[in-house]
């Protein structure tokens, strides 16, 4: 049976180190048999991938690579708690946030970076429920955050 650190391994994507915190939080915790993430930003190797609004400075397509690259960081909050990825079962929701230029309204397509991952690494355990949201701003300038809910594996 292939495993989520096998399928992580054969999608060639390595699972960053968490981020520090920014504020008074922690970017995972474990409550009974949920993970629950803290709002992911789209940092890679220590810099965010992208700052503004989407529909003004940032593509729908550059927005959809920052969800793909919350969710890979989402992940790794989450391992962190539950001793690898291989501790986490099924995916139940996910939250995105996309600061959104007015009359933008494709949230749906932004946040699908971060769903169609999930489905890429988990399969069927991957489907999960989902809000995509317009937001004015979000924190340090960033187009896309994006938390999650996991259930821990059996």
Same mark, same amino acid.
């Given at each position: 049976?292939t495993?989520?650190?096998d399928r992580l $391994?054969?999608?060639g %994507?390595?699972?960053?180190?968490? =981020?520090k915190?920014l504020?008074?939080y922690v970017?995972?915790? !474990?409550?009974?048999?949920?993970?629950?993430?803290?709002?992911q930003?789209?940092m890679?190797n220590g810099e965010n991938?992208a700052?503004?609004?989407?529909g003004?400075d940032v593509?729908t397509?550059t927005?959809?690579?920052?969800a793909?690259q919350c $969710?890979?960081?989402? %992940?790794?909050?989450?391992?962190s =708690?539950a001793g690898?990825?291989d501790?986490?079962g099924?995916? !139940?929701?996910?939250?995105?946030f996309v600061s959104?230029?007015?009359g933008?309204t494709?949230?749906p397509a932004v946040?699908n970076?971060?769903?169609?991952?999930?489905l890429?690494?988990?399969?069927?355990?991957?489907?999960h429920?989902?809000?995509a949201?317009?937001?004015?701003?979000?924190?340090m300038?960033v187009p896309?955050?994006?938390?999650?809910?996991f259930?821990?594996a059996?």
């Amino acid at each position: 049976m292939t495993t989520h650190s096998d399928r992580l $391994a054969e999608l060639g %994507i390595e699972l960053p180190e968490v =981020v520090k915190p920014l504020a008074a939080y922690v970017p995972a915790t !474990v409550s009974g048999r949920y993970v629950y993430t803290s709002g992911q930003l789209p940092m890679k190797n220590g810099e965010n991938i992208a700052v503004g609004t989407v529909g003004d400075d940032v593509d729908t397509d550059t927005a959809y690579a920052c969800a793909r690259q919350c $969710a890979i960081n989402a %992940i790794a909050a989450a391992a962190s =708690v539950a001793g690898g990825i291989d501790g986490l079962g099924r995916v !139940v929701k996910v939250v995105g946030f996309v600061s959104s230029a007015p009359g933008f309204t494709s949230q749906p397509a932004v946040v699908n970076g971060a769903s169609e991952l999930l489905l890429e690494v988990f399969g069927d355990a991957g489907r999960h429920a989902r809000s995509a949201v317009g937001v004015a701003a979000l924190p340090m300038g960033v187009p896309v955050e994006v938390e999650m809910i996991f259930e821990v594996a059996d």
